[in-house]
């Protein structure tokens, strides 16, 4: 189902639609896993139960098992699947990829979410999640530290509002609301073909991304990736990292950044 921005990502979650067969060739992957970032490609995605999730399986992308304060990872819900609220304490955003699910927030009180929409549950969240028919989301979960009075939220991509972001030109959405609250925030990230980072970033802050749309080159300390939608990144603090959008359709892509979170 085409949200009403059209856009629908169901070639990043159900690749073999899109005519992508990763097993001709066997062994090779471009995936590859360093001290300071993680390019993760759809090849690699396994699929597991995960604790609050039935009728569901998971694919973990980041974790703290690497040092990261954040996870990150693809939910394939199956017809009638469900989710618990995360453990306490814990905070979740979710973006839907594919399909449709539902925040049940009370017996007679639910809201539908559609392919590019999402929906960001505060820790101690009694809310759950439902799909009749099915969905692929992408989930953030992290352990709450802000010590403020985060809000539910949900919303569709598209209405989100363009901010400015000079010198650079990409085109930038912040889902969640930009205040001491929350100790995090899901950038929406838009670059025409050859439109490239201004800045050669390196700071503090932690990224777990997924190429939503599109292809470029993704540079990650040393290392120049090719890669294409699917495609999932993990940057560890001060990883240099720059990106070039190439090709003849814009990437988009959607990247978590531990925002106002005190280095110290
Ligand atoms: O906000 C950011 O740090 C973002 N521009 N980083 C990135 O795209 N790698
Ligand atoms: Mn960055």
């Not at 939220?153 to 209405?159: F, I, L, M, N, P």
Request: glycine content about 10%; hydrophobic content about 35%; charged content about 20%.
């Amino acid at each position: 189902t085409p949200s009403c921005g059209g856009h629908d990502y169901s070639g990043v979650f159900r690749t073999h639609e899109r005519g992508l067969d990763f097993g001709e060739l066997p062994g090779f992957t471009r995936s590859s896993h360093h001290a300071d970032h993680a390019l993760i490609g759809v090849e690699s995605r396994v699929y597991a139960g995960q604790r609050g999730w039935k009728k569901a399986l998971t694919a973990h992308i980041v974790s703290p098992a690497r040092g990261a304060n954040f996870a990150m990872y693809l939910v394939d819900v199956k017809e009638d699947g469900s989710a618990e609220p995360p453990k306490a304490g814990v905070e979740r955003f979710v973006l839907v990829l594919q399909g449709e699910a539902s925040v049940v927030r009370g017996k007679k009180d639910s809201i539908k979410l559609s392919a590019n929409t999402y929906a960001y549950f505060p820790p101690n969240t009694t809310f759950t999640l439902e799909s009749e028919d099915g969905a692929g989301l992408l989930v953030y979960e992290r352990v709450y530290l802000a010590g403020g009075k985060p809000v539910f939220s949900h919303g569709d991509v598209e209405e989100s509002p363009l901010l400015p972001t000079e010198p650079e030109v990409f085109k930038l959405r912040k889902l969640l609301p930009q205040t001491a609250d929350y100790d995090f925030n899901v950038h929406i990230m838009d670059f025409q073909p050859g439109e490239y980072l201004w800045v050669k970033e390196v700071h503090y802050n932690q990224h777990g991304l997924l190429l939503l749309e599109g292809k470029g080159i993704y540079r990650l300390g040393d290392s120049w990736y090719p890669v294409q939608a699917g495609d999932a990144i993990w940057m560890a603090p001060y990883v240099p990292q720059w990106y070039a959008a190439l090709g003849s359709t814009p990437t988009r892509y959607v990247i978590y950044k531990d925002t106002t979170v005190d280095p110290l």
